[in-house]
């Protein structure tokens, strides 16, 4: 199935009007790659299963540094990373921008349902998938810091 275009597409627009309406920032994607995120580095990683007519899952990759950050802009009180409420709140914003990119697909007859997120925090880990996906991982740019979202989905056969 491959990564689809309006769904990369639908999960970049959300993502930017999460930061604009919750965090009143603007956050500027760059260029879609083909890498895997994080690399070890501390790394707070929230992932959330996705099924239906899209198939595969879609992750945060954040600093926790630039986690600290995105939680006290969003909720005006500073959260040490290693917190459950940190992770939490990062597990919280994948929920919320896959819920608005699926209103978004679902008025292209893309329908989908997801999982609830699970969050991964340490310094030296890795993620691996099967050798027969396709990932694509977006960058973006913030006042806050950096951050990736990720997305993976099986290859066409």
């Not at 930061?19 to 790394?43: C, H, N, Y």
């Not at 996906?133 to 806050?144: A, M």
């Amino acid at each position: 199935m491959g990564i689809d275009t309006k769904a990369a597409d639908a999960i970049t627009q959300a993502t930017i009007s999460f930061f604009k309406t919750m965090l009143t920032m603007d956050v500027t994607p760059g260029k879609a790659t083909e890498t895997i995120g994080p690399a070890s580095q501390p790394s707070i990683s929230a992932t959330i299963g996705i099924s239906g007519d899209l198939s595969g899952t879609m992750s945060l990759h954040v600093h926790p540094d630039v986690a600290g950050n995105i939680m006290e802009s969003w909720i005006g009180e500073r959260l040490a990373p290693e917190t459950a409420e940190c992770r939490d709140g990062i597990g919280e914003i994948v929920n919320i921008v896959l819920g608005d990119a699926k209103t978004t697909m679902s008025s292209g007859n893309i329908n989908f349902t997801f999982s609830i997120p699970h969050v991964i925090f340490g310094s030296e880990y890795q993620i691996n998938y099967p050798a027969d996906v396709s990932i694509q991982n977006i960058g973006f740019d913030s006042p806050l810091g950096t951050f990736e979202v990720e997305l993976v989905a099986a290859k066409e056969s």
